[in-house]
């Protein structure tokens, strides 16, 4: 009886073994395998954007620069009052991520010149935006003042010093960026305190729309209960914000008193639910100046219907 349990006990000893070194190799497997999808799946997504940003100019589009025009509204606005705060303003370099074409870019940068600031830089993955990009700041005598430079943003960032840019601009990029938090929080270390950040988050209530207008109802309860994901399936990640969240992430990341503006309230480009509604390139010069009015007036109360959510807040002065 002793030795038939010591073989019994022998037996099981070997069989836990060879489960487990079995349960190793599927373990390492699938790690591979996850490895290899979570790469593929950032290749997707850089190949997606460099192939979008050649097929859709952003400086050029007769629909963009309608909306070039609001973001450059909140911008000055904003600028107009850090000059005051900050005296070293002349000094300050500005970054703008994301840069696509210098739609915001240029007219930024003949802004902070004018002011006396150092130097502006542009960043973005596709070399075919910045070829436009720097064309268009040599037409307007911005050549020298502008660097622009092919990087992905979070490489960009994690290679500055701490506290090296007093502004930074992210428009229209973080919605599709898949770690947008961690760009946040290197946003966050490479700007001074008291520097100001202007970044563009997708709306909620433009998700909803768009997949209404589509009729893909199955998306719904995924925008509706989620903020990030694959609404529309994949290989895109987005993430989306109603202005409570996108307050939320913002405060978080290490800034003081967010403020929100709709973008697109009542209007859209090509695609999008509210192009139904209007889109700038279709309306007479009178029509959208009468639209940028009514936009302008309800950016915030209206912050939550904006085609984008624009966020602009300070850099908390932890010292304070
Ligand atoms: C919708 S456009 C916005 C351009 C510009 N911010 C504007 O508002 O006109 C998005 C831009 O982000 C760039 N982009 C997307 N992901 C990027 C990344 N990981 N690193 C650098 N640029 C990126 C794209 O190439 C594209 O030019």
């Known amino acids: 009886m ?12 070997r069989l ?18 996850l490895e290899t999808y979570t ?24 629909d963009e620069s309608y909306y070039q025009h609001q973001y450059l509204h909140w911008l000055e606005k904003a600028l107009e009052d850090l000059v005051k705060k900050m005296p070293g303003f002349g000094k300050s370099n500005v970054l703008d991520l994301g840069c696509g074409q ?29 070829d436009f990009a720097r064309k268009s700041a040599g037409q307007e005598g911005m050549g020298d003042a502008i660097e ?30 898949p770690a947008y938090e961690k760009v946040l929080q290197e946003i966050t270390r490479v700007l001074v305190p008291g520097g100001l950040l202007f970044a563009g988050f997708r709306s909620r209530y433009f998700n909803i729309l768009h997949s209404i207008a589509l009729r ?8 509706l209960n989620q903020n990030e994901g694959y609404p529309w399936g994949p290989p895109t990640k987005f993430s989306w914000h109603n202005v409570i969240d996108a307050r939320k992430v913002i405060l978080n990341a290490g800034f003081d008193a967010p403020s929100c503006k709709g973008i697109g309230i009542c209007s859209g480009i090509e695609g999008d ?46 010292n304070q």
Not at 103 to 111: C, F
Not at 155 to 169: E, M, T
């Open 216 to 223: 893909k109802m199955s998306s719904l309860s995924v925008i």
């Open 148 to 177: 622009f430079i092919e990087d992905d943003i979070l490489d960009f960032l994690q290679s500055q010093k701490s506290s090296s840019f007093s502004v930074i601009v992210c428009t229209e990029v973080l919605y599709c960026y």
């Open 39 to 62: 790469v593929e799946i950032e290749k997707n997504y850089k190949n997606n954007m460099i192939k979008t940003a050649q097929l859709h100019n952003m400086a050029t589009h007769p």
């Open 102 to 130: 210098g739609r915001l870019t240029i007219p930024l940068s003949i802004w902070c010149l004018k002011r006396g600031c150092k130097k502006i830089i542009g960043v973005d993955i596709s070399a075919h935006a910045l």
């Open 16 to 33: 836990c073994g060879l489960v487990f070194r079995i349960s190793r190799v599927i373990e390492n497997f699938c790690c591979k395998r």
């Open 273 to 318: 639910p509210l192009a139904r509604i209007a889109r700038p390139s279709m309306l007479t010069n009178e029509e959208q100046n009468e639209l940028m009015t009514v936009e302008l007036a309800l950016a915030e109360e209206m912050a939550d219907c904006g085609r984008y959510i624009l966020i602009t807040a300070t850099k908390r002065n932890d």
């Open 2 to 13: 002793g030795i038939l349990s010591y073989r019994l006990w022998q037996h099981a000893r």
